[in-house]
């Protein structure tokens, strides 16, 4: 299941129950090689931005359980991760703003958080995570490092793609 946050899981780092570093997720999409971004960001609006697209490149079936920003700098602040799907959003959106009539008003559209993905192997999935990010003041850094927690054979992973996310306030 997608959690709107992560658990913080550093006590059990000894246990059987562990996350493992992940190496399943394949960095694919525009993030993993440049940013995304917004070039007149203004405090008080909501942006939206795609985390990368659950690509598994192992030849087992993985199940995303979470997501989350590892970066996020002052002024911004994360109200939800939620989810969706290429057929809802006619593809892959990678960034929004709410509030605009367009047709990429992902408010409109259906949120899957709280369902399993699951990722056959060697296969993209359907869905896709977006980070909904407030600007509360002054933005100075770019948003970004996208942590995936799966589980795959019973076992846990976290795994971090890169993906960077400017919210330029010119």
Do not use: W
């Amino acid at each position: 299941m997608i959690a709107v946050a992560m658990l913080s899981l550093g006590a059990c780092t000894n246990s059987q129950n562990a996350i493992q570093a992940g190496r399943a997720l394949r960095a694919v999409g525009p993030q993993s090689v440049g940013v995304l971004g917004i070039p007149h960001a203004q405090i008080g609006k909501t942006y939206r931005f795609a985390f990368p697209p659950f690509v598994n490149g192992t030849d087992t079936t993985l199940v995303v359980e979470g997501v989350k920003l590892t970066q996020v700098p002052q002024g911004a602040k994360v109200l939800a991760y939620p989810v969706y799907s290429v057929n809802d959003t006619d593809g892959y959106i990678l960034d929004s703003q709410d509030a605009l009539k367009d047709p990429r008003d992902m408010t409109k559209m259906p949120n899957y958080a709280g369902n399993p993905i699951t990722v056959k192997p060697h296969k993209r999935s359907d869905f896709y995570a977006m980070a909904e990010v407030h600007v509360t003041g002054r933005i100075q850094h770019h948003l970004g490092e996208c942590q995936i927690t799966y589980s795959q054979k019973g076992k846990k992973y976290r795994q971090t793609l890169r993906c960077d996310f400017a919210l330029d306030m010119k």
